[in-house]
């Protein structure tokens, strides 16, 4: 499953997110939303929307119905959610 997050504010950069569990974050009451995310997801990156803002682009390889992961060659990419916000 990918999920792609379209946001048209100003944009990030990944890099310039506080460390939620440093020390001087741990009482902040906002700033875990992306940890939770890369925590969750097996893949997760942040990239400069095509109109502006950014996108968070993030997948997670679903079980099949076996309990296994499913195939590479699944066609899982079909169930994609797609959020503008």
Same mark, same amino acid.
């Given at each position: ?7 048209? +504010? ?10 939620? !569990?440093?020390?001087? $974050? !741990? !009482?902040? %009451?906002?700033? &875990? +939303?992306?940890? !939770?995310? &890369?925590?969750?997801? /097996? ?7 095509? %109109?502006? +803002? #950014? ?9 099949? #119905?076996?309990?296994?992961?499913? $195939?590479?060659? /699944?066609?899982? /990419?079909? $169930? #994609? %959610?797609?959020?503008?916000?």
């Amino acid at each position: 499953m990918v999920i792609h997050v379209l946001d048209e +504010g100003k944009g990030f950069k990944l890099r310039d997110v506080p460390n939620p !569990l440093a020390e001087e $974050n !741990l !009482l902040s %009451t906002s700033g &875990r +939303g992306i940890f !939770l995310m &890369r925590s969750f997801m /097996d893949e997760f990156d942040v990239v400069p929307g095509r %109109t502006g +803002g #950014a996108e968070i682009i993030m997948s997670k390889k679903l079980p099949g #119905a076996d309990g296994h992961p499913a $195939n590479d060659n /699944d066609q899982g /990419d079909q $169930n #994609a %959610t797609s959020h503008q916000a």
